[in-house]
């Protein structure tokens, strides 16, 4: 009978054999003391698996821990679940206008509550208290699937409107929704088997919402520190309203917009919310008469040099005359370079910098001297002089671009009035729905994967499996300067996954199925189904995505 057949399973490369329909979770459980962390997924021939399912094949198993990062968004999405079902608990459904989850800030969730209640710390404790009783039940967290027809009505009926919304536009005939103990919602991505897997995680008050707060992947055991940029928060929030004034503030209303033939509106209406805030900046670093740096620093992919290239142009309309100055031109030759743990060259640190010699060239720049300009030979690994001379005129101003640039390190002896610091990232604020987040590093990779492909030739495979250092490599140099900034600008556009979509999704199905990069790329697939796809037709010349779809008039 098939359900005395035994599979050949092997598990992190010890073999064993388990009868037909065994729960992953029972498999996961024979393996759990090598484990530090909850086992919270399995990795099945490269397919990650939730530990309700069943054995039902001879494959090879991995196990997914809060360590890894499938594992760490499947605790994340759970405690959201857990945190909505114990809210709903505390003040009552009908009490319940809209939570909605917000964005990531410093290990934690900003999230806003409206409705009949005060939201205070009071309520935040009783409902952190509901959370951990239910934690310690241990309650399933079931899944089924629905009707996409009826998972709309479901979804209308709890007033959860922008889900059901999400789905007329679902070609999918069929939708998975998950309950917990008859509290029912969606989700994007899997789910931790119960709620006793739950037990790290805190609710705090803050501005005008709260945080759930969480552990990281590096420490699934305790929570991650809570230092918020007020910078990025205040960005990120006024970066809320307005993609509210366009009537865009999720994935349902700008595939309304999209499949009412209204992009190109919306694509003019952010294009000009954008160029309108750079020239807000050009004209007071105008008004800042001292002001001789304009030094630009944010992660990758954020569109560092097309926004350069735009607050030129800026700068000029009021009355300066800005010149680039690119700080990689400042690395030390490569013998000097240092290298990481591993042995590679370590292009990202401050050592890679040559500080001494950029310190010294600025400043005969603001005396008034003639300097001649370095220019780095990538494939020499060394700098030289080809006769670029520069000297400050009165109304000079020099546009420099750089990771270091926030880091006073870098530009130790140049006074501090003479800088405007400027801090740009892709904080993106378009959500799928109230309870599905969109990670702002998600934006960065969709943006990287396209011009990593279109102007150095690199696989989106490639690309996905470089990103974890890229980002480390910004959580050293990048973030910890962040506040320093006199602005924060940011870079995302509410319909730039919709227009990249189309460039983007070919070179992912192009990831083959054996390879570790192949689970983030089926990941960011599934994540792109959800859009409506824009033409870049009506997209501006000038328009910072240009920098990474190409048709630009900036040579970047």
Request: proline fraction near 4%; glycine fraction near 6%.
């Amino acid at each position: 009978m098939e359900g005395k057949r035994m599979w050949k399973v092997t598990v992190d490369g010890e073999p064993r054999t388990y009868p037909h329909g065994t729960p992953y979770r029972t498999i996961a459980a024979d393996f759990q003391d090598r484990h530090p962390c909850d086992i919270l997924l399995v990795n099945r021939d490269g397919k990650l698996c939730e530990l309700h399912k069943v054995l039902d094949r001879d494959c090879s198993l991995k196990m997914v821990t809060a360590q890894d990062k499938p594992g760490i968004q499947t605790y994340e999405r759970s405690a959201v679940f857990l945190m909505l079902k114990a809210f709903y608990d505390v003040v009552g459904r009908e009490a319940v206008e809209r939570i909605s989850v917000e964005y990531s800030l410093s290990s934690a969730l900003f999230i806003l509550a409206r409705g009949s209640f005060t939201l205070d710390q009071a309520l935040l404790d009783r409902v952190e208290a509901r959370m951990r009783e239910l934690s310690g039940q241990a309650l399933p967290i079931e899944k089924r699937a629905l009707s996409t027809d009826d998972a709309i009505e479901l979804f209308e009926e709890a007033r959860l409107v922008h889900k059901a919304q999400l789905f007329r536009f679902r070609i999918n005939s069929h939708v998975n929704v998950y309950s917990l103990d008859g509290f029912v919602d969606y989700f994007y991505g899997y789910m931790a088997p119960d709620t006793g897997y739950i037990k790290c995680f805190g609710l705090e008050l803050f501005e005008n919402g709260f945080v759930l707060r969480l552990p990281t992947q590096k420490d699934p055991h305790h929570l991650g520190d809570f230092r918020p940029s007020r910078k990025v928060f205040r960005e990120l929030y006024e970066s809320t309203l307005r993609s509210e004034a366009l009537n865009a503030s999720n994935v349902a209303e700008l595939n309304t917009t999209i499949s009412q033939a209204s992009a190109t509106p919306l694509i003019l209406a952010h294009e000009a919310m954008m160029e309108k805030k750079i020239g807000d900046i050009a004209a007071e670093i105008a008004s800042r008469r001292d002001v001789r740096f304009v030094m630009i620093a944010g992660p990758s992919s954020s569109g560092k040099t097309t926004f350069s290239h735009r607050l030129s142009t800026q700068l000029r309309a009021c009355g300066l005359r800005p010149h680039a100055i690119a700080t990689d031109n400042y690395f030390v030759n490569r013998d000097k370079t240092p290298r990481d743990a591993d042995g590679n060259y370590d292009f990202e640190g401050l050592g890679a910098m040559d500080v001494e010699q950029f310190n010294i060239d600025m400043g005969r720049l603001l005396k008034g001297e003639t300097v001649e300009m370095p220019t780095y030979n990538f494939k020499k690994g060394a700098r030289e002089y080809n006769g670029n001379f520069l000297r400050l005129g009165e109304n000079d101003v020099l546009v420099i671009e750089g990771i270091h640039c926030l880091n006073d390190k870098f530009t130790y002896s140049l006074p501090k009035e003479s800088k405007y610091r400027i801090y740009i990232s892709c904080l993106t604020t378009l959500n799928i729905d109230d309870h599905n987040r969109i990670p702002t590093t998600d934006a960065r990779l969709l943006r990287r994967i396209e011009r990593d492909a279109r102007t150095r030739g690199y696989s989106a495979q490639a690309t996905i499996k470089m990103w974890p250092n890229v980002r480390r490599g910004e959580e050293e140099n990048i973030f910890p300067f962040q506040d320093s900034a006199d602005m924060i600008f940011n870079s995302a556009l509410i319909y730039e996954t919709a227009l990249l979509k189309p460039y983007v999704q070919p070179l992912l199905f192009g990831v083959p199925r054996d390879s570790e990069e192949y689970i983030e790329a089926k990941r960011l697939l599934k994540f792109l189904n959800y859009f409506l796809p824009i033409p870049a037709d009506d997209v501006p010349k000038t328009s910072l995505m240009r920098e990474f779809i190409g048709g630009g008039c900036y040579h970047v």
